[in-house]
């Protein structure tokens, strides 16, 4: 399995969601992992998975801040789209309607 360290600067949409999944309500003392890097600097960074590959998320305060804009976004938009009605959106264009 490949391990992949991850800043949360590079994070893509796909490990941002596995995040947000995985720590809903943030992350706590257990979930942080500490090791040495090749520099010799102390890394703390939390653990998703996939199949193939373990992301270690490098913690900041800009990892958590991203963490919560992120998924306070995602509960706005299923505030404002409520996505158990799209199928009754009618297709093709307003000019199709007969108003």
Do not use: Q
Request: charge should be negative; glycine fraction near 4%.
């Amino acid at each position: 399995m490949k391990r992949v360290i991850v800043d949360y600067s590079k994070l893509t949409e796909d490990i941002l969601n596995m995040l947000v999944e995985k720590f809903p309500t943030g992350y706590g003392y257990r979930d942080i992992i500490t090791f040495k890097n090749a520099k010799d600097e102390t890394v703390r960074a939390v653990e998703v998975r996939t199949e193939d590959t373990i992301y270690l998320v490098k913690i900041s305060l800009k990892l958590e801040e991203t963490m919560e804009e992120y998924d306070a976004d995602e509960d706005n938009f299923d505030d404002v789209h409520d996505t158990d009605d799209l199928e009754d959106i009618p297709d093709g264009s307003p000019e199709d309607d007969d108003y």
